[in-house]
């Protein structure tokens, strides 16, 4: 392999590689060079083909309730709580007066926690989990919509014909549709239609009876004023910080939204969001200090003259960041950023902390005011270092409304102890270790690491050879279409900057500087027209994109200079994740079928330096059933084993050993992935071993 760029290399000729392709199937051709593309991306495919999915489903449906089934829950793609949550204060009060359905089982009063709905149920990958009670009569489909009223009931004039024999007539005709965002739409009483624009499809109409209207209103009333409570108590809260406390908070929301991956929020309306769409907080988009950056608009703004909304927004994220750092805020993603929804995320925490054995419960927050939620915070995240040291926390990410939530894994049982030992079976028959189990192997390995630097098999490092055969083991135990783990090219570069403090140096190395380790299943090529080129070409380009994860998060590991500030980066990841559905938003996801995935990312110790999320193991399938906890637990210690080798490798190079890794580039994969020699004319590839 070529050295990294930016080694002794001239702007011309890092210009000149630049135009030539990676891609392994054109490995060593200028790029742009073919007469028309691979393939044309579907226009269906991702998001948008689900929503029209969805749609369809919830418009055939033959009742209103089993139609709100289907939109809750996109079809068993999400939990129907993450949807509910969705819903502004009219759209709340109209689904309570439609069907008894509110968004949370909230206390209705100032004392009390947070209840956990009743909803919130795994993804199934059906329609069926949002627990809705069941339908009445039939409706039209709604997609031309009509104008006359369909027939089906309200639960109040369900009630009124049981009582007469008849059923009132509408006084109203509302719709329900599904827009665009994924979120449900829907024509409250007095509201003007739903704009087609912003709509999958048509819509159905909904009626309503005098009763449900007088619930309507009643719900209307409530939900107004306990939100209008709330706003009054943030704005007291943050007066309570003081101007330079507020300008604290801001800068500490900025930099979340800055650092942490897209996420949408929601206050009634208006939409807060770091992707896609029209940005309105700082991040791949707006950069810091941007005028259009909602929060840094409030910078200098007196706090008489800040919205409710933006109140609100303020005072949720400090209570988020500080119950578990920036990750949290993603656990709001796709929902309405209430008090009332923070405590209900809150308690839910609470909850799962409190059930593990041998930790002190947290006491709940006294009510829903700001200060006691601000003690709640701050005490579950105190506790969540305790907590690690008793269980695995992870996340359970749902892809289509990128909405995560913090879990507590069980103890492993069976299933996982049979894949991990597995895969030791497999590294001890085909690496120079001894023992039973992944923790066994590793002691082997810290009583002689020498033979990481040395070259083993077709590989020129011992630690190539040993992240090779436990991805490529990994992916056979598990299972999985494709498996990979990533790192770093040159431990000694590394060193050497660590110990002259350059941290300009490290965060202007780009992606060649790091490698990933991709090993499809010679069955995935079923999933990719049965064409290995094509599973090469795809194994490469997630080798690519986990590099640039690599480059992403290794700054956030420096201190913070302004060399490092200055530079794009996420904070690093230190838990695991399971996701759902992941082939939605993400072109990269959507173009190679990712669909399910579980990643464990690792630290590991460079010259006395802890690096959180230097490397991962992660795994993917393109169909199938995705992955579950007991999976987590198994890939996570398999991923511990390669962090901790190369921990030891990293120490060997501290001491003065040598160790570059020049495998799993381009030419490694095609080899690799086809069993053929290089795709193009004076390639550079690496000769690794064949997939199998």
Known sequence: MKEPAGRNESRRAAHARKRISRRPSRLGTPAGSTAKPDRVADPDAGFPGLLGRVWRRASQAGDLRTALDVLLTLDGHVPADIQLRALNSTQAAALTALCGLRPLEEDGTDGGSAGVAASERPVTGTAGSSGLPGGTGPTTDGRTAPDAPDGSLTDAAASARQVTGTPEPPVFLGEIGLATSGRIALRAPGARPLDPRDLVGGVRRVPYDRAALAVYRRELDRVRARAAARAADCRAWLAGQGPEGRRELLAQAREAAVRTAPFVLYQEDTQYTNFRDRNTLAGKTLWPGHPDCALSALENLPLDLWSDQDAQLVVCLTLLIRSAGFGRVEEANGT??????????????????????GVEPVPAAASHRVADLDRLAAGLRERRREVGRHARLYREIHGALMHKVERVAAAPGPAARTRRDAVAGRLRARLPLAGDTLDELGQDLAAAPGWLAEPHGAFGSGLESLVYETVAATADVFGADFAMSRGMRSLPDLVRALRGENWAAICDWDITHFFCCVVPRPEAAAHFGGSRAALADAAWAMSSRMQYNSWHFVAGNLPREPEVMARDHFVPPVIPDIAHFSDQHHHGHVNNNVRFSLRSPQSVEVDGRRFDGFMDLRLLRCAG?????????????????????????????????????????SGWHWTAVTGDGPAASGSLAGQGRRAS
Not at 336 to 357: F, M, N, S
Not at 626 to 654: C, G, H, K
Not at 657 to 665: M, P, R, S, Y
């Open 336 to 357: 309405q950023l209430t008090v009332d929804h923070i405590a209900y995320t809150l308690e839910r925490v609470r909850r799962a902390y409190a059930a593990v054995p």
């Open 625 to 665: 059933d995705p992955f579950d906890e007991q999976d987590l637990l198994a890939a996570d210690r398999v991923s511990a084993f390669i962090a901790r080798a190369t921990s030891l490798a990293a120490r060997l190079v501290a001491a003065g050993t040598g160790l570059e890794v020049t495998a799993f580039d």
